[in-house]
């Protein structure tokens, strides 16, 4: 059984058992998190979607924040002298699907 999820405006694939690493969402480890925002649902082999999808999915936070790889953008323009450099690191938060229902 699997489902189609969207958590922060990003979709994902979700199984029962599977830890997953989605963007930052509000909440200490242990915390439980509830996602009813479903798009698709496998039960069986049995496919619904859209409003048909009735269920919602369970999942614990494993780690409440997650830093992501550096990014580095960089700007210039040739000949004129214009460099500009600026980095980021992305944050997540780690989750464990508990139950689809």
Known sequence: MF???KIAGQQ???QEGQNLYV???AGK???KVEFSDILLVDADGKLSAGKDATATVKAEIVNDLVKGDKV???KMKRRK???KKHGHRTQY????IESIA
Do not use: Y
Request: glycine fraction near 10%; hydrophobic fraction near 50%; avoid cysteine.
């Open 23 to 25: 963007p930052h969402i």
């Open 29 to 31: 480890s242990g915390d």
């Open 3 to 5: 489902a189609i999820v």
């Open 72 to 74: 580095i953008a960089f």
């Open 81 to 83: 002298g214009f460099r």
């Open 93 to 96: 938060t780690q989750i464990k």
């Open 12 to 14: 994902f694939k979700v």
